[in-house]
């Protein structure tokens, strides 16, 4: 039998991977011995993989182009490549949240019996127990024009577009993974707090700083690494989650419990 966090002989699609939790997955998927590893994203990975499909996730077109391009069987697929809010609500949605669902969609029928969708979400997108339905009927529009029509009457819900990407794919993730399972493929995402990526800077411009210095503190005072989202993502990836199906795995040092358990002081935000 082989270890259960093997990924040898395992064909690998990796959105996202020239820098920070995808540059990491890259590192990760090596150690266990990935057998081919193809990179899409607006710019080549310096890291360990197989191949590039230069793809702007945001870009319908090439998504479906690059979807094209990949042959033959998928055994994991990670959707990992996001951006933040200091680009318009649009752009926001249409890489962080339609291109997932796209490629997602195009290359389920070549992930086999045992393979597995994963998505990178965030805590960012934790708020949507509060309003299920709205996702609900936003997820399950599929025209981009009238998605980005039905955000720009639901402003007070998609404000800048970040948090609510993040609730739409840990929405889609509970929902597609019954659609998946027929197949025998798994959906789960990784929800992380704060990493220190590139993305970091980003974040302090459009949350404030101040706001992303309280979360890290309430995540007992250290930021994530890259590694750390990796590794979870390619343990959901691998066998050793066969029965690990339609979860939104919260990656935040018990951030989210503790805000779920009235644990958290709120005192450094006033
Ligand atoms: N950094 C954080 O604090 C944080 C927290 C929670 C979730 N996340 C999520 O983690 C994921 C990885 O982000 P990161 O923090 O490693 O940041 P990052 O900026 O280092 O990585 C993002 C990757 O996506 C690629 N990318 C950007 N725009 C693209 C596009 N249009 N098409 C294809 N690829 C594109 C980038 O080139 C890069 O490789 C994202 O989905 C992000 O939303 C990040």
């Known amino acids: 039998m082989s270890h259960p966090f093997d990924y040898s002989g395992k064909r690998v ?3 996202g991977a020239f820098s920070g939790v995808g540059a990491a997955c890259l590192e990760v998927l090596q150690q266990l011995g990935a057998a081919e590893v193809i990179a899409l994203d607006i710019k080549r990975p310096d890291g360990p993989i197989s191949s590039f499909i230069e793809t702007n996730m945001g870009d319908a077109a090439a998504v479906a182009a690059a979807a094209e391009q990949i042959d033959g069987r998928v055994d994991v697929l990670f959707n990992n490549a996001g951006i933040s809010a200091t680009r318009p609500v649009a752009d926001v949605m ?50 981009r024009a009238e998605l980005l029509a039905w955000c720009d009457s639901h402003k007070d819900l998609v404000g800048d577009g970040y948090g609510f990407s993040k609730e739409c794919v840990q929405v889609y993730t509970l929902k597609s993974a019954k659609q998946t399972l027929a197949r025998g493929v798994r959906t789960n995402s990784v929800c992380p707090a704060p990493i220190d990526t590139p993305l970091l800077p980003e974040f302090n411009e459009t949350m404030t700083e101040k706001t992303m210095s309280w979360t890290i503190e309430q995540c007992g005072g250290t930021i994530a690494t890259p590694t750390d989202i990796a590794t979870t993502l390619v343990f959901l990836g691998a066998d050793a989650a066969r029965y690990v199906n339609g979860v939104n795995l919260n990656v935040d040092m018990g951030f989210s419990a503790f805000m779920t358990t009235g644990q958290i002081d709120f005192s450094g935000l006033a």
């Not at 195009?106 to 597995?116: E, F, K, N, R, T």
């Not at 965030?122 to 529009?141: D, F, Y």
């Open 94 to 143: 249409s890489v962080n949240w339609l291109g997932l669902r796209q490629l997602s969609e195009a290359l389920l029928p070549q992930i086999p019996q045992g393979g597995a969708i994963v998505n990178t979400a965030s805590i960012a997108g934790g708020q949507w127990p509060g309003h299920l339905a709205e996702v609900m009927e936003a997820i399950a529009i599929e025209d």
């Open 13 to 15: 699609v990796i959105t």
